[in-house]
């Protein structure tokens, strides 16, 4: 962090401000010139309040020049992270696939979904229990049920499940799950973060519709801080001024975000778009600029579904879709590596 002080600025305040920094182990590199005094911050800068040194009578400005995540940092992690489900792998150079509906229905539902997206090459199942509503007069979900039926569905096709937590209540009921998704909504729940930070299944967090990727990775940082290191990324697109879709699927998350953290980047052109007919494309586009995988819904009667049918895929488009993204996936993977650094 760099700090640049005002000119003339009071001996004794500086003095005060120097005192306090060295007092949380902050080594000052100072650079005395004629108009301006700098001090260079080096040290664990992360918990340091920008606003409240910036607010200081003595203080011109004050920049960060490292990143306030440190767990998520690429910087200190060279390596990717590849998170381990059931006997599969996100990340690493795979392609993971996860399908299934916005919401478990019922039992036959999930179990026939699960069978045809797995038969379509999905490599772990999706369906929503407890689900996020805009409006409380909606389908809320089934709750604890539904975690029965994706069990049930489990059993049968083998498919790790990834389903959405709302509450720190509902953990004690997600046993059986394999990956707890944290929704768009709840991406800057912190005592959720916290609480899923301090378990050890692995977590698929939601880019917040309106956040950046430094407060996207933030979030990350609280769950790994308490100890979890199984963080998986998801884009689902952000809230722009456009409303022909849902929202803006934003891709530049994923070459953007390789640089900055190790984490898996998986994309959900599903809630990007909230039009079926887009999510093919979105999703090879997805695939072409390096994502580890995609969350897709698939819907086996889509314009009877409980909630986001008009986004949902029929199981037999989705096993075309799946068929030419792995195939697109081994096609870029056998490129030559284009570098524009
Ligand atoms: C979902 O995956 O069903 C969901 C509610 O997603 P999001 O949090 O991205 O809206
Ligand atoms: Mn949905």
Redesign the pocket.
């Given at each position: 962090m760099i700090v640049i002080l005002k000119k003339n600025p009071n001996p004794d305040q500086v003095q005060g401000l120097v005192t306090w920094l060295e007092g949380k182990g902050i080594t000052i590199h100072r650079s005395v010139g004629q108009n301006e005094t700098i001090f260079g911050l080096v040290g664990d800068t992360s918990s340091l309040d920008i606003g409240l040194i910036s607010a200081l009578d003595i203080v011109e400005d004050v920049k960060r020049v490292a990143e306030p995540y440190k767990e998520a940092n690429r910087k200190f992690h060279p390596e990717d992270t590849v998170v381990k489900v059931g006997g599969t792998q996100v990340g690493g150079g795979n392609l993971t696939l996860i399908a299934g509906p916005?919401s478990v229905e019922t039992e036959e539902q999930i179990v026939g979904i699960a069978k045809a997206v797995k038969a379509a090459g999905a490599t772990m199942l999706r369906g929503?229990a407890f689900k996020?509503r805009t409006s409380p007069y909606s389908f809320q979900g089934l709750g604890a049920e539904a975690l029965r039926y994706l069990s049930a569905a489990k059993r049968e096709t083998g498919l790790p499940i990834v389903t959405?937590l709302m509450d720190i209540s509902q953990l004690e009921l997600f046993d059986d799950v394999d990956v707890i998704?944290i929704?768009?909504?709840n991406m800057q729940n912190y005592d959720l973060l916290k609480a899923v930070g301090k378990q050890k299944k692995p977590v698929l967090l939601?880019r917040g519709m309106a956040s950046t990727y430094e407060e996207w990775l933030m979030s990350a940082e609280y769950i790994m801080s308490e100890g979890n290191p199984n963080v998986i990324l998801c884009e689902?697109g952000i809230r722009t001024f456009e409303p022909s879709t849902r929202n803006t699927l934003d891709l530049t998350a994923i070459p953007l975000l390789r640089k900055q953290t190790h984490l898996p980047i998986l994309i959900?052109p599903s809630?990007a778009t909230g039009k079926y007919s887009l999510v093919p494309s979105m999703s090879m586009a997805a695939v072409a600029a390096g994502c580890d995988g995609l969350l897709v819904e698939v819907h086996n009667d889509p314009q009877h579904a409980l909630s986001d049918g008009a986004q949902s895929l029929r199981p037999d488009k989705f096993e075309v879709l799946a068929k030419n993204l792995l195939s697109l996936h081994e096609f870029t993977a056998a490129l030559p590596q284009m570098n524009y650094e």
């Open positions: 916005c929503g996020p959405e998704q929704g768009t909504r939601k689902r959900d809630h």
